[in-house]
């Protein structure tokens, strides 16, 4: 197989994926798809639930790669990007939810036993999961999810968290600002323009009259500069971002500003 890295990587040849059908007996290609759902995989629940036999016969065909994990434990993970995205596209969105719902049961059994509590990122892991699985997660999980600063590395999934936070119910008026701030770079970012959209209606909503007087005046700045981000960046209509600008000049500021 030659490994092509391009722009795109949602285009996946058609050769590949039946390469990928032929090699693989299905329940090694059931394995594979669950390694490339969850990777990297380093949690001792999730490694027992692999069978060890695909284990040994997807790194002997190249397609799963052992590494060494920050705890200094293994962490497994597909061999390339484009595989990865492969596995990913050729599953359909019920597979994807049946996958995601075990690996989120398993690794929560681990959280209701404390066993993986104290260890780095696994709180990003269960939220990560959880969303797969369409999961309805506590606001508090989603928020110290993405106030983990390792998501900056991963802006698809900081993207999902946020989204999930903005459309929460029990999420309160300045955490959904954030949430809403957060989806606009993340996805403009991704060009992501739909999600894009969907932020910035929420952020016309915060801003309303009888809506912006339950956020601090630093807050509805920063609405107001996304606001005009999206008037030039993305629409090019710098007539009325100018005036939004121009009406922050007279706007007190507290001096945190």
Known sequence: ???EKTQDLGVIPEEFLAYLGEACSPEELET???IALAEPVTEAALLEKLSPTHLRAL?????IVPRAADDGGVAITTSHELLANSLKSRMSAARRREIGSELYL?????FDQRVELPKPNRLFRLVSLGLEAGRALPIEWLVAALDDLGLEQEPESRLRIALAIAKHPDVLPARLA????CVCQTARLLG???????AVRIIEELLEPGARTALA???QIRLQLERVTHLTLDLEQYGQAFEIIEQLDGVE???EI
């Open 59 to 63: 790194q002997a065909m190249g397609l």
């Open 253 to 255: 500021r507290e001096p």
């Open 106 to 110: 398993t690794l929560r059994h681990g």
């Open 32 to 34: 594979l798809e669950t």
């Open 1 to 3: 197989m030659v490994w």
């Open 178 to 181: 954030e949430a809403a701030i």
């Open 192 to 198: 992501d323009r739909r999600a894009v959209d969907e």
């Open 217 to 219: 005046v630093p807050v």
